[in-house]
């Protein structure tokens, strides 16, 4: 396991591309979670792995008496491709040179030019890797493999990894409602309950309205805490979970509900434990930053992608609980 830095190549006479992954981890919450977490797993391109067995025998033996021996072998193989996603820019030699003399402010202008691109990046892989389609090359979001009706691969059959909080309404609605102060401790006592079958160290995803309606929740409950992040900046707890805010694209209020005609007015709360024979992103370049000339132009290029899959090895280490209306209609 390591963190984006460790496994970036960037080409080290490039100023800007030294500066692209401090971009990319200030603008993606995901991508700051992972590598402040060590989430990032080194493999190829098209990686497998073996899930754990979670069969287990404990034996007795009497005295003297021996244990009999079982088979321990590699389970199904699992398989996974990364997908590779970045961006490319040519600057003309023209302004290159302005830039690079600072004349009339040009060096300014197109640096802040290409900062903006790299925010702009940063924000729509971060929204991929939660809702991306896993079509036409494009990266496949956790969203698709925590949707309720597929089993999660490498973990046991059967196994969703989604919790559906509608079936909890004390009113039996379509989602569990949240913005009803009635429902506040009987949602603490599920929550509790949902984020239990998470093992480890375990952190809250949550978008900004869920972020604010837990703080308030945990404040009438006494159970609002405060920890600090690699950085010394605070994080709320709640019931000593931290909740990390993530991007409202990446995790919208606009969730489908229970309806028949399903209405999309519900969020998720994600409780993960990312980690060794956990749950991981796989890449073989972290941030792969190029500065090249192209051979057709008078003009100097820069491209970057990022290559990556999610893995996931223990069914204990992710939930998703979904169908939460934390909104109201306006």
């Known amino acids: 396991m390591a963190n984006l830095i460790q496994l970036s190549q960037i080409e080290t006479n490039s100023q800007i591309g030294r500066e692209a992954a401090a971009l990319l981890l200030q603008h993606s919450p995901l991508l700051r979670f992972l590598n402040d977490h060590s989430a990032f797993e080194l ?139 009635d429902n506040y401790e009987d949602f603490t006592e599920n929550l509790m309950k949902w984020a239990g079958e998470v093992e480890g160290d375990k952190y809250m995803w949550v978008n900004n309205a869920m972020h604010a309606r837990l703080t308030t929740i945990a404040r009438n409950l006494h159970l609002l805490g405060s920890t600090v992040d690699k950085f010394g900046m605070p994080i709320a707890t709640f019931a000593n979970i931290p909740l990390v805010k993530m991007l409202d694209d990446s995790m919208p209020n606009t969730e ?52 990556g899959a999610w893995k996931f090895e223990d069914q204990y280490a992710a939930r998703r609980i979904r169908n939460i209306k934390v909104l109201s209609a306006s």
């Open 256 to 307: 489908d509900d229970d309806a028949v005609s399903a209405v999309e007015t519900t969020t998720s709360i994600w409780v993960v434990s990312p980690g060794e024979q956990r749950f991981s992103f796989v890449t073989n370049s972290g941030l792969a930053w190029k500065d090249y000339d192209p051979d057709d132009k008078q003009s100097e290029g820069f491209t970057w992608e990022i290559r």
């Open 43 to 181: 493999d190829a391109v098209d990686f497998d792995w073996y899930p754990a067995d979670n069969d287990s025998n404990l034996a007795a033996r009497a005295r003297g008496g021996d244990y009999t021996a079982q088979d321990v072998a590699p389970g199904t193989r699992e398989t996974g491709s990364q997908y590779f996603m970045g961006d490319s820019v040519h600057i003309d030699e023209a302004d290159l040179r302005d830039w690079q003399l600072g004349l009339r402010d040009k060096d300014s202008h197109l640096y802040k030019k290409l900062q903006r691109r790299l925010r702009h990046f940063a924000r729509a892989y971060d929204v991929k890797m939660f809702q991306g389609t896993g079509l036409t090359n494009i990266l496949k979001g956790l969203i698709l493999y925590f949707d309720g009706s597929t089993d999660i691969p490498g973990w046991p059959t059967g196994e969703k990894g989604v919790i559906n909080a509608g079936s909890y309404d004390p009113a039996g609605g379509d989602s569990y409602d949240l913005t009803s102060i």
